[in-house]
């Protein structure tokens, strides 16, 4: 059953913070940086037509090429490298997940991507970037908010027992009004795959590490970038 959404409802505080689940072994953060990423560039070139249809790109060559000395990816780092050294087609590059490598003679045609990366620094500049192409962002994950949510408005913690997952990378792809409210349509890499959510933009959350600290507020959306393809 979804939890219901008040859009009176805004926000929540936690004191002592919530229980954080540890070592999620089903969360790659490097292969997710590397999906939304590729997501990101193949709807950005759709958007300014530079492919007539949307097309698939390599996050496995991301992953392969883009990382150094063992540090996890972020959207941002894939997107860079993406458009410094541009990025071949998926079907010319080996599976996402796969084990085997192509020879090092091999170099597959690389499709430029020249532009830059920008990071919005809060909610409403996201939204005026969003009129133009999908933005990417950070989504605060708690559990079980986030699996009641099914069809309905996620708003994070509201007061209810649960645990925090973490940040996931995705994608906003529009925003619209309910009940007075702004809500955006998410696309989110959670649990291997990617989910559509309906997360309420009004909802913060407060959070304390203990009696005398300091009081955090954030949004549920965080950490914005768009890829800024030129065309020329």
Excluded at 4 to 15: G, Q, R, S, V
Excluded at 171 to 197: L, M
Aim: charged share 20%; with cysteine; proline share 6%.
């Amino acid at each position: 059953m979804a939890l219901p959404y008040d859009p009176n409802f805004t926000i929540a505080f936690t004191f002592g913070g919530y229980t954080e689940i540890e070592n999620d072994q089903e969360h790659d953060e490097s292969a997710s940086a590397a999906i939304v990423a590729v997501d990101l560039l193949s709807s950005a070139r759709l958007a300014l037509k530079l492919d007539s249809v949307y097309t698939e790109y390599s996050a496995q060559y991301l992953l392969d090429n883009a990382g150094s000395h063992g540090l996890k990816l972020t959207v941002k780092d894939c997107l860079q490298f993406a458009l410094n050294k541009g990025l071949p087609k998926a079907e010319d590059w080996p599976h996402l997940g796969s084990m085997s490598k192509p020879p090092s003679s091999y170099k597959p045609a690389l499709v430029s991507m020249k532009g830059q990366v920008i990071e919005p620094k809060d909610l409403e500049e996201a939204c005026d970037l969003l009129v133009h192409q999908p933005v990417g962002a950070k989504l605060h994950v708690f559990s079980p908010q986030i699996e009641l949510q099914q069809n309905g408005i996620y708003c994070g913690p509201s007061g209810e027992p649960g645990s925090y997952v973490g940040l996931r990378d995705g994608i906003i792809v529009r925003v619209e009004k309910i009940q007075g409210k702004s809500i955006a349509t998410v696309k989110i890499w959670y649990k291997n795959k990617f989910t559509f959510f309906k997360v309420a933009l009004s909802r913060m959350f407060g959070y304390s590490l203990g009696i005398g600290t300091d009081v955090e507020l954030t949004g549920l959306l965080v950490d914005f970038c768009v890829p800024r393809l030129s065309i020329n």
